[in-house]
């Protein structure tokens, strides 16, 4: 575990999910997975703060889910496969995570990358 | 006897799946022209090639798998495998037709070569399956070769290394050499190329590694083995470890290599898009 930790450091920016990340994560996690089920995205919507309460999330979690900080998600032991799950119930793309992330527009994000191909 | 005839590898960017069903209107679209106008060549390989099965190396990004049971390896073993919703509206495709039979004999003997595969009898294939699929055989046509699903953790690590999944496409390659009916075989590795969702870092692209990669794995795979991990999620990018996925694929072909086509474009959606058609003479 202290391995993805060094890593890490050597990477700013950049979070490996991992065994320690995954047991943190766990109950965001499995929360965001039952969203490929149509039902269950439905029942999210209805009541948020029910459906989080039914898969177990803890404040920091809770918090990170009510404010649609995909940053602090990941803080919290999110994985992006699953978070992706979350975002797409509102449209959000991961282009517009990344822009959260990076606190650029959408537009300067779509910038950035095709930049790095010239 | 089976043998691999070659290799495909492609991106498999969910954003492709909702673009390839108007693949015929946005040939024309600034944005799409230079993904899609690189594939013609590889369908009409594949066209020429008329392979039996495709076994496809790939990652599951949480629509089959979680974490309660995660597989680093897992091969199916079904006569069908199916799409299904993955939460963010790509669109499902049709079923996929197994080979059971030949899937059983790749487990025996990879299991005999020392990799302990996960066995499924049900399987749920997401995009990192899907979109290649639909690429490579537009309108769906996929139904003339039956499918080997196989696997590979790309969600949490420690994921397996370069080596040792170009090891595993080895011992499949061997698995496939060895079995007695008359079989033509392509092996696709998906994913890819430089990409990352995730962090502060989300957008990162290295055009100069992902070219090198490109021109490496045709001749001299063993150089990119020698990467770490973590050196590929550097360099790569957290989700361009998906590289691991094209690894495997190379290793399955044991013959001499010929390059037949390759195209890289950046981007489409967060991603440097990738392909490579290979052919494998014994």
């Known amino acids: 575990m202290s391995q993805a930790v060094d890593i890490e450091d050597q990477i700013p920016g950049t979070y490996i999910f991992d065994g320690r990340a995954a047991m943190k994560g766990y109950a965001l996690n499995k929360m965001c ?15 948020e703060d ?32 699953y978070l992706a799950k979350f975002a797409g119930i509102f449209g959000l793309t991961v282009q517009d995570v990344g822009a959260q992330q990076t606190g650029l527009s959408v537009e300067e994000f779509k910038k950035r990358l095709k930049a790095q191909g010239e | 006897m089976a043998r691999i005839i070659g290799g495909l590898t492609t991106s498999h960017i969910p954003a492709i799946g909702n673009a390839v069903p108007r693949e015929k209107e946005l040939v024309n679209d600034p944005y799409w022209k230079p993904f ?117 953790n790309t969600v949490q690590h420690p994921l397996p290394s370069p080596a040792r999944c170009f090891k595993l496409g080895q011992a499949i390659g061997r698995a496939v050499a060895s079995y007695p009916k008359d079989l033509k075989v392509v092996v696709l590795g998906t994913g890819g190329l430089s990409h990352q969702l995730d962090g502060e870092r989300a957008g990162f692209i290295n055009k100069k ?74």
């Open chain 1, 33 to 47: 997975y039952s969203f490929n089920n149509a039902e269950n995205r439905a029942e999210f919507l209805k009541d």
């Open chain 1, 50 to 81: 029910a459906y989080c309460t039914k898969y177990g999330l803890n404040d920091e979690q809770r918090k990170a889910i009510r404010e649609r900080n995909v940053l602090a998600m990941i803080h919290a032991g999110g994985c992006i496969y």
């Open chain 2, 36 to 152: 899609f106008a690189a594939y013609p060549p590889a369908r009409e390989w594949l066209r020429k090639a008329k392979p039996d099965v495709a076994i496809v190396f790939y990652n599951d990004h949480g629509l089959n798998f979680f974490l309660d049971k995660m597989p680093t390896f897992a091969i199916g073993a079904a006569f069908q495998y199916r799409h299904a919703d993955e939460g963010w509206g790509i669109p499902t495709i049709p079923p996929f037709q197994g080979d059971p039979e030949l899937s059983w004999h790749i487990i025996d003997s990879v299991v005999r070569d020392e990799f302990d595969l996960t066995t499924c009898q049900e399987m749920l294939v997401d995009h990192g399956f899907t979109v290649p699929m639909s690429l490579f055989w537009p309108g769906n046509t996929y139904t003339e070769v039956k499918v080997i699903p196989v696997q590979i």
């Open chain 2, 209 to 282: 590694f992902d070219l090198m990669c490109l021109d490496k794995i045709v001749n001299e795979p063993e150089a990119l083995t020698r990467l770490s991990i973590h050196e590929l999620v550097k360099e790569a990018g957290a989700q361009g470890a998906e590289f691991i996925l094209w690894l495997a694929m190379r290793g399955a072909l044991t013959g001499k290599v010929t390059k037949i086509h390759s195209s890289y474009h950046v981007a489409v959606s967060n991603t440097a898009t990738g392909l490579l058609v290979l052919e494998n003479a014994a």
